[in-house]
């Protein structure tokens, strides 16, 4: 069955890249990935959709993400989650992010917004006694985990290249660097695509979580106009949790544009 914290890492994390500007997703568009654990095909399913709603400065990008187990895995892991991220169109930063999440009788959730003036992120918990904690804002602006696998679509990182990135899992940040480690044709129910493998490495500090234990995660791009992420896994030593995309939805309008990107903090390398 799939492990609480494989789904917890997709669903929980939060994810900060040197490349400000970049939304993952544009109105009306929606991905729907095929989630399997080890040997468990098809062990669930996650929903990712965008849409345009009014905010107090402006239009934001609202973009859900539900996550649910389903058939056999289902039975012996019963699980749902759903997560909201809310996105100022006319910056490109993330306002806030909120999750619940339900496994048999556990209920969770949590939100988190966003001060740029301030540096400071806005924590509450779920408890009835839990107070709302700030926490430091490193550099770089942050989007959740599945957001930012989706937001590598935009770097358009080169062979050998890398790219610096920020990670908060609950109140914790991780420091990580994501490399383009090479190319692989991907099958999907969507057809068969050329991509660029990315994987992000925690190198910066010493390892923590999943790093020191050995996990690793990975995003194929697909390589075409569209750029989608048509595969993301995460592996631990008692397995492998893979999504593959099996279907998509275009926008409803052409993306907006967004201000100029900052330049990555690092070129690309020279090794292969």
């Given amino acids: 069955m799939i492990p609480r914290h494989f789904i917890l890492l997709m669903l929980g994390s939060l994810f900060a890249s040197n490349d400000l500007s970049a939304i993952p997703l544009s109105a009306g568009e929606r991905l729907t990935y095929r989630v399997s654990w080890a040997i468990v095909s098809g062990a669930g399913e996650i929903k990712i959709s965008a849409q345009e709603e009014p905010g107090p400065d402006g239009p934001r990008l609202a973009v859900t993400t539900v996550t649910a187990t389903r058939y056999l895995a289902r039975l012996l892991l019963p699980f749902d989650a759903q ?5 100022d169109l006319k910056t490109g930063r993330l306002v806030s992010q909120e999750e619940t999440s339900d496994q048999r009788r556990k209920h969770s959730a949590h939100r988190i917004s966003f001060d740029y003036q301030s540096r400071l992120a806005t924590y509450v918990g779920s408890k009835s006694d839990d107070q709302p ?96 992420p048509v595969r993301f896994e995460v592996e631990f030593k008692i397995g492998t949790g893979t999504a593959t995309l099996e ?26």
């Fill in 83 to 87: 997560a909201k991220s809310l996105f």
């Fill in 247 to 272: 279907a998509y939805v275009p926008p409803t309008a052409p993306a907006r544009p967004t201000p100029p990107a900052a330049p990555p903090s690092h070129a690309p390398d020279s090794r292969p």
């Fill in 133 to 228: 904690r700030q926490i430091p804002i490193p550099e770089g602006d942050p989007t959740d985990l599945i957001m930012g696998l989706l937001q590598t679509r935009a770097w358009n990182l080169k062979a050998g290249g890398k790219q610096d990135a920020l990670v908060l899992f609950a109140d914790e940040f991780y420091e990580l660097t994501i490399y383009h480690t090479g190319t692989e044709e991907v099958r999907t129910p969507l057809g068969t695509f050329q991509t660029s493998v990315l994987e992000p490495r925690m190198e910066k500090t010493p390892p923590k979580g999943m790093f020191k234990r050995g996990g690793t995660v990975r995003v194929w791009i697909a390589q075409d106009e569209r750029h989608l």
